[in-house]
Every structure is written in C-alpha cells, then in structure tokens.
C-alpha cells in the first residue's frame, strides 16, 4: 500500500471541505518535530486526525526504515497521541509498543550514547546550588520524613502507638535499618537506666532462681545474676528477660533458669 498517497487524499479531502461540526483538532500537515513551525494546518475529526499519524509512521517506515531518525520522530508522536487520548486499538497499540520498546532498550537508548551521556556530565559538572535555591529545597522538605517533629506531632504519634505490639516481620526490618548505627554515650546512658533490672544484690525485692547448666549442674542464685553470667561465660541478656516477664527462659547453649 503507498501509505504516503493515501495520506495526502486524506489531507487534500480536509482541506477542500468545510470542517464538521463535531470536536475537531489541528494537524501540521508537515510534522513540526521535523520540519519545524509552519502554517500548513488542516482541520481533521478524532478519528481522522489517529489514521493521519499511523499513516505517517508507516510511511516513513516504509520510504527510510524503522531506524532512521525522522521514523523514530512519528513513532513517538503516534506513542504519545495513543496515550494522552486513549486512541487505539489492540493491534495498534500492540505493535506500536513493540516498536517504542526498541527505540529506548539496549544500545538504543538515548541515555546510553556516548553523546548524550557527554552532554548530562558538562551540563551537571560544577553545578553548585545557590543559597536561595537551597533554603527553597529546605522549605520542601518541611514536615516530611528525617525531619524534625514538634511536639504536638510526637504527642498525636505516641497515642496513635499507646498500646499497639510491634509483629516479628516489622521488629526485623528495624533491626536491619539500626545495623551499624553508633550510639552517643547520652542515649547509651538513658537506655541503661531505662532498661536496667530490677533485681541485684543490693535490692531488697532480689528473688531467688535456679539456673541448670548444660551438664544438668544446678546453681542457686539470689541477685548478682550479671556477675554470675559473666562467670560461667553465659548471654546475661538472655537470662535477665526470662526473669524480666516472670517466665521459664529460653536455653542459652545448654542453659537453663527458672524462679524458685
């Protein structure tokens, strides 16, 4: 088929008549992506104005092939004219998609020419913000995330959390977020005194527990339960949250505690 003829009769046809009463549109006759602005504009329906475009990209398919620039023009207005108006149908779509698939994969991918690639670092080299642009940046990024709260905020979150458990899943991606990240002595300090026991040897509601080693040896322990972990080699921390929640502890490399 000589899809250029046919374009043309279409054009001639849109040109010679008085245009519908219907929703019309404005079609270059000579596509401004290649030969710029000009004048040449004719008055086509919905429909016509779709088959006008899927003309031209057969046409120039067909006269300079898939790979020539001016082709690759008329396959990204057609691309861009299905997806603004919903024009299509699904052989169209279908086959104008693969073909905007092979435009910007692989080495054709603009992103990826030499050329391009040359262009983006001249133009990002040296780039330097001024102070107006960066308090302007600041200013966005007031009230999202990494920024600080009030207290109004941090309030309405504690009583949105008051009573809520953390799941295992949640526990786990926050241990993952926390890896490697160092403590001040500060916040060191107030979690030990938030997290210290209430137990030792010198508090006077010290309670008694029976701690069974891995050779099934039983030791009696009343307080100074960190000292006696520290002796035997043993995860404090594992003993300390059996006591904690009252409860027979998990086994630490063969031991064992539970309250007497």
């Not at 008329?74 to 603004?84: F, G, R, V, Y």
């Not at 027979?248 to 063969?254: A, L």
Request: aromatic residues 8%.
């Amino acid at each position: 088929m000589n899809y250029l003829k046919v374009y043309c009769n279409l054009i001639r046809k849109a040109e010679n008549r008085t245009p519908p009463e219907d929703y019309t549109e404005k079609h270059h006759t000579f596509p401004k992506s290649i030969f710029g602005n000009n004048n040449r504009i004719v008055i086509l329906t919905l429909r016509e104005h779709y088959i006008a475009h899927c003309l031209l990209v057969k046409a120039f398919a067909k006269r300079y092939g898939v790979d020539n620039t001016n082709t690759k023009k008329m396959i990204n207005a057609l691309w861009c004219m299905s997806n603004k108006n919903k024009y299509s149908n699904s052989h169209i779509y279908e086959s104008l998609r693969k073909q905007v698939v092979e435009l910007y994969t692989g080495e054709n991918n603009p992103a990826k020419r030499p050329e391009i690639r040359e262009k983006i670092s001249k133009a990002n080299t040296g780039r330097v913000h001024t102070e107006e642009t960066k308090n302007n940046m600041s200013k966005a990024k007031k009230g999202k995330r990494g920024t600080p709260k009030s207290e109004e905020t941090r309030e309405k979150i504690r009583k949105a959390l008051t009573g809520k458990t953390v799941s295992e899943e949640v526990r786990k991606k926050l241990s993952e977020i926390n890896k490697g990240k160092k403590l001040s002595q500060e916040i060191k300090n107030k979690i030990s005194q938030n997290i210290t026991p209430k137990f030792g040897k010198d508090n006077p509601n010290s309670k008694t527990w029976k701690i069974v080693s891995p050779e099934n040896e039983e030791y009696i322990i009343t307080g100074a339960l960190k000292e006696f972990c520290k002796s035997q080699n043993i995860s404090y921390a594992t003993m300390s949250a059996a006591i904690k929640y009252d409860r027979r502890g998990p086994r630490r490399n063969g031991w064992s505690i539970e309250k007497v």
